[in-house]
């Protein structure tokens, strides 16, 4: 390992308001390095990282590159230094091609003409040094969102980045994406690159980097090499206590409330679900593993209301039902938590009450008109009673961290005791403590007698608390397996679709 | 500097935000009115003056304001709900003709109890129809409603033209283009005898008021609202997407006719091709100047009638052309919206 250092970032701090954002931080990379800034949800991560590449002014502390000091407040003079950032919402315009997105703002704008074929070179010759294939034509707004941060880290490195910050680089990625971008990342930095990315998942973290420092409410509390921490303990620094996630105990299921058989969902002439079959046990969790985009969101849209079937049937407690709608759904008692939960889940400019009764107007309102006082008091008691910090019944959800808005989401479910509880992704993006919380919910659920439909494509979280799992791929289901009877190495051949030998059905 | 959304917006903020932003559109205007070599100050109270000035000002103002009211109502409820109907204009006139034709031909000699909420009816259903068609081109193909309803703006508008160069054409105009002349049971009671103020103001308040509370006190206002603010989420938590749209474009497009027929049965009596001054587009500006909120709309109306009737007066008095007005009425709705923003967003280093 060289020792050469690159950024020196000297007793940084930031205030806004009231939140010391950032306190007095101090932190080096070297050459070649890989740093992972690990933190929860509002540790300073971003705000650092904003500090360094010149969209903050710090208070007080400077930053230098090569030795030479920033100057403060200038993503220009970032650029020129060799900061390229990457960040969580890719800045790039989805009509241009790919390389007219590299080329955006690194030629001169009094230029009349544009050298596109010396940039092709460019790009193409840095695609090939680091490995990045992506086409230069392709217009952004057709790629995969993979593809989509490969041509951002692209753009950075066009700008001859030697140091490249990844704010939360995998939030929006697949598995198997991740898994490629982390030996992407190995390669830069062998190739002389220094990188920082910010997560919040241990397991990335721990995989890729050689070096990890843990903010925890804008101060930096520790600083360990990979080799010389666990999991456990970077866990305990992120959060400032010991936190475990729940694991489920033994029980014994009753009976069966929802059952599929050979159910297909067609759109665009493309079938989404293929004959699926399911069947789906009071106070049992059934996972559903998959990557994402085999069919788990048709899955849950169809459950929860917002799709018809185009064959197949579904049983409810018994009874064939035809498409569920929305209203079937919440009234007869199945809790939906759905994957996107700002996008589904919330309506962000209206208030906490509102989202909690929307689902549920006919139960809180009279003759049309809204029962406001009974929704603001069934709101108060899903902050009360699942601990939503952050607002009250009146004030808009769009000021929720991501935790406290799916506890409420988690709450207007669980409060009426749902017989059937969809969770999509329940915990998906949320850092460590809200995670064990989520979990801790739902096993709660499963003891009172909630069946629960658990699609994730998280294994830890699958593994944790289903009681069989079943594999989505390409719209179909696998035959359900004992959550004890498998191993991690086995359901990631299942989520491959290799699931013939496997079979026997419960 | 950077933008920053606020948290909380205080009561104090949304009130004062419309005020600042008349007060720094009048400051702005104020410089074209130095430039073209008038007193500002003095040319403001020539505005106000002749606005309210008298008895004949006053009710003139308030008659203007009547049908900007519910143009503006129109435009608001359509916007609350993302549904962009740009066609208030054309929706207008189709209210007007549809409302003066029946009065004609099918209603005359019904008394007047029976026969103006019939006509009010006819108009209102008008304007509708003429918003369900851009509708459910959206609904059904994903036609853009901006471009389809402005557009109708000039179908609508030609339509009439034709109609009233045509079969409904006044055999005693003397060849003006114009309709017959509604039945007399047919027009509206004034609210103050000799003047031009009739009831339609009353009504207009009225249903700001009732729009008011359906948005907020109803299982539909919260579901209209919901739809408009984020239609996915809207979908999950089951409110009928179409259905809520139909309904948003019907009490729109119906206020838009209803706001043509007020025009016709209370003011002229028949309808020309310049009934409007352009009520269905200034209830555009109306809308957003109150931040489409339905009382607010009763104050902004107010004020752009202000300003039209105003700068009549002030350009006769000091030679100012009248255009002051449209500048004035278009600087508050910038000048809105800027501070419409800052209500969201504070400024931070």
Redesign the interface.
């Known amino acids: 390992m060289m020792t050469e250092t690159v950024l020196d970032i000297s007793n940084v701090s930031k205030r806004f308001g009231d939140n010391l954002a950032n306190d007095d931080i101090s932190l080096s990379l070297a050459k070649g390095e890989i740093v992972a800034l690990l933190g929860e949800n509002g540790a300073g991560k971003t705000t650092l990282m904003s500090i360094l590449f010149g969209h903050y002014v710090p208070d007080t502390g400077s930053v230098s590159v090569m030795g030479e000091a920033l100057p403060p407040g200038k993503p220009r003079a970032a650029i020129r230094a060799g900061i390229g950032m990457v960040h969580q919402h890719f800045s790039l315009a989805p009509n241009l091609t790919v390389l007219e997105n590299v080329m955006t703002g690194t030629e001169n704008l009094w230029s009349l003409g544009s050298n596109v074929s010396a940039g092709r070179k460019k790009l193409v010759e840095i695609s090939q040094r680091f490995g990045l294939k992506v086409d230069p034509d392709a217009r952004l707004g057709d790629l995969s969102v993979g593809e989509q941060q490969r041509v951002e880290i692209l753009k950075a490195l066009y700008n001859d980045a030697r140091i490249l910050v990844l704010d939360e680089p995998t939030a929006v990625l697949t598995k198997l994406e991740a898994e490629t971008l982390f030996s992407t990342l190995k390669d830069m930095a062998a190739q002389g690159l220094s990188l920082i990315f910010i997560s919040h998942k241990l397991d990335e973290v721990m995989a890729t980097a050689d070096r990890i420092v843990v903010l925890r409410g804008g101060k930096l509390v520790a600083e360990r090499r990979a080799g010389d921490t666990s999991k456990a303990e970077l866990a305990e620094l992120m959060v400032g206590r010991k936190v475990t996630r729940p694991l489920r105990e033994a029980s014994t299921p009753g009976e069966i409330v929802l059952e599929a058989a050979g159910v297909t969902v067609r759109s665009g002439g493309v079938d989404r679900l293929k004959a699926v079959d399911f069947r789906l046990r009071a106070g049992e969790v059934l996972g559903i593993i998959g990557v994402s985009g085999n069919g788990q969101a048709v899955l849950a849209q169809l459950l929860s209301g917002t799709i018809g079937r185009t064959a197949g049937d579904l049983v409810l407690f018994g009874k064939g039902v035809g498409d569920l709608t929305v209203a079937d759904a919440v009234a007869n008692g199945i809790g939906r938590i759905p994957e996107d939960r700002n996008r589904d889940g919330a309506i962000g400019e209206m208030a906490i009450w509102e989202n909690a009764v929307l689902e549920r107007l006919p139960e809180f309102s009279k003759a049309g008109l809204v029962d406001r006082k009974a929704g603001i008091g069934f709101a108060q008691k899903i902050i009360d009673g699942f601990d939503v910090r952050g607002g009250t019944p009146t004030s808009r959800i769009r000021l929720l961290s991501g935790g406290n808005m799916q506890k409420l989401i988690l709450g207007r479910n669980l409060i009426e005791h749902p017989k059937i509880l969809l969770a999509a992704q329940p915990a998906r993006g949320l850092d460590e403590g809200a995670v064990a919380a989520v979990h801790e919910r739902i096993l709660e659920a499963r003891r009172a007698g909630t069946a629960v439909l658990l699609i994730s494509e998280d294994l830890d979280e699958v593994m944790a608390l289903a009681d069989r799992i079943q594999a989505i791929v390409g719209g179909r289901l696998s035959p359900s397996v004992n959550a004890e009877d498998v191993d991690a190495q086995r359901l990631g051949l299942m989520m491959a679709g290799e699931w013939e030998d496997t079979t026997h059905a419960v | 500097m ?1 933008f920053e959304r606020r ?2 917006r205080s009561t104090l903020l949304v009130i004062a935000t419309p005020i600042l932003a008349v007060v720094a559109a009048l400051a702005i205007a104020g410089v074209l009115i130095a430039l073209a070599g008038a007193p500002v100050f003095q040319a403001y109270w020539k505005i106000l003056t002749s606005a309210f000035g008298s008895r004949l000002s006053a009710t003139e103002t308030l008659t203007r304001a009547s049908p900007l009211i519910l143009t503006g109502l129109a435009a608001a409820v359509a916007f609350r709900a993302r549904l962009w109907n740009i066609g208030g204009e054309g929706q207008f006139y189709l209210g007007a003709i549809a409302a003066s034709a029946a009065s004609v031909h099918l209603f005359a000699g019904l008394p007047s109890l029976l026969q103006i909420p019939l006509l009010f009816a006819v108009g209102a259903v008008a304007g509708m129809v003429l918003l369900l068609v851009p509708l459910s081109l959206r609904l059904r193909f994903s036609v853009d409603e901006v471009v389809t309803t402005l557009l109708l703006n000039f179908v609508a508008l030609l339509f009439v033209s034709m109609l009233i160069d045509g079969v409904l054409k006044d055999p005693a105009a003397f060849g003006w283009p114009q309709s017959e002349a509604v039945d007399a049971a047919a027009r509206l009671p004034k609210l103050l005898a000799r003047s031009r103020l009739h009831i339609g103001l009353g009504i207009a308040v009225v249903i700001a008021f009732l729009i008011y509370f359906v948005q907020t ?7 209209s ?2 739809a408009g ?2 239609p ?8 009928p997407l179409g259905r809520t749209l139909v309904i948003v474009a019907m009490i729109s497009g119906g206020l838009a006719g209803l706001a043509g027929t007020i025009e016709v049965l209370g003011v002229k009596g028949y309808v020309t091709t310049d009934l409007s001054p352009g009520y269905g587009y200034s209830g555009i500006v109306v809308a957003m100047l109150a931040n489409l909120n339905p009382l607010g709309v009763v104050l902004a109306a107010l004020f752009t009638a202000t300003m039209f009737v105003g700068a009549d007066g002030m350009s006769r008095s000091m030679g100012i052309p009248t255009y002051i007005a449209d500048v004035t009425v278009a600087l508050s709705l910038l000048s809105m919206l800027v501070a419409v923003f800052f209500t969201q967003y504070r400024i ?2």
Not at chain 2, 217 to 223: A, I, L
């Open positions: 950077r948290e909380h006190r109803t299982v539909f206002g919260v579901q609202r919901a603010l984020n996915s989420g809207a979908v999950f938590a089951g409110v931070r280093r």
